[in-house]
């Protein structure tokens, strides 16, 4: 099972760092992680994923938010910088062996974690 952790309160222009972990040491068996946010009244939005080593990132994560692997401890991790208020939603990680082309649609991850919460005042 998936885990997404890392979530919190933060400034504008401040940093988190989200972590997503699979119980089991399972992460290793998805070739594709992906990071996803639902803000409230809005539709659930692609924000980065990686594969073989890869970074993919929406337009909004680009510049400020890197998406890394590490292998030895089955994680995954989400370090967002220069954080905006606009980035406030729930943050949920999802794995898939989906190929560089369908990692940007939600509907391409069969497996997903519970999310954790991203808020950031103004």
């Known amino acids: 099972q998936l885990q997404a952790y890392g979530g919190g309160l933060a400034q504008a222009g401040g940093s988190l760092r989200l972590s997503c972990a699979a119980s089991?040491?399972?992460?290793?068996?998805?070739?594709?992680i992906g990071w996803f946010r639902q803000a409230p009244g809005k539709e659930r939005e692609f924000v980065a994923a990686i594969r073989s080593g890869s970074g993919y990132y929406s337009d909004s994560a680009k510049g400020r938010f890197t998406i890394s692997r590490d292998n030895g401890r089955q994680t995954v991790y989400l370090q967002m910088n220069s954080l905006k208020p606009e980035d406030t939603a729930v943050y949920s990680c999802?794995?898939?062996?989906?190929?560089?082309?369908?990692?940007?649609?939600?509907?391409?991850?069969?497996?997903w974690g519970q999310g954790t919460q991203v808020t950031v005042s103004s």
């Open positions: 089991g040491g399972t992460l290793r068996n998805y070739g594709t």
């Open positions: 999802a794995a898939s062996n989906i190929i560089v082309s369908g990692l940007f649609t939600a509907d391409n991850y069969p497996w």
